[in-house]
């Protein structure tokens, strides 16, 4: 079994910065692409970042662009997200998710490992 742990989620006035961490553990975790979505209250899951496990591909949601950066550090399976010129609309639980093939990709039923989630307020 795979397991992903999320932190780095806190509060934050908006146009500040949070880092988001996510370390992946358990059996073959290694070489396979890895990604973050969020969900906010009342809202559906959505498509933040993703990366390649080479990190030659990376993909962004259009509301993330220009502000987000998504990187992997592959000999600590780790995941990261630097979010930078928070917004009140970034308020969301935050999930890494990891493949089970080395590629990126934005559809969220293509991972198959999911974290338990780490909070992310914007306040206004």
């Known amino acids: 079994q795979v397991r992903l742990a999320e932190s780095g989620g806190g509060l934050v006035q908006a146009g500040g910065s949070l880092r988001l961490s996510c370390t992946a553990s358990?059996?073959?975790?290694?070489?396979?692409?890895m990604g973050w979505f969020r969900q906010a209250p009342g809202k559906e899951r959505e498509f933040v970042a993703a990366i390649s496990w080479t990190g030659g591909t990376t993909y962004y949601s259009d509301s993330v662009k220009g502000r987000f950066t998504i990187s992997l550090v592959n000999a600590q399976n780790t995941v990261y997200l630097q979010m930078n010129s928070l917004k009140f609309e970034d308020t969301a639980v935050y999930y890494c998710s990891i493949r089970a093939t080395h590629a990126a990709s934005t559809i969220a039923g293509q991972y198959t490992y999911w974290g338990q989630g780490t909070q992310v307020t914007v306040s206004s």
């Open positions: 358990g059996r073959s975790v290694s070489g396979k692409g």
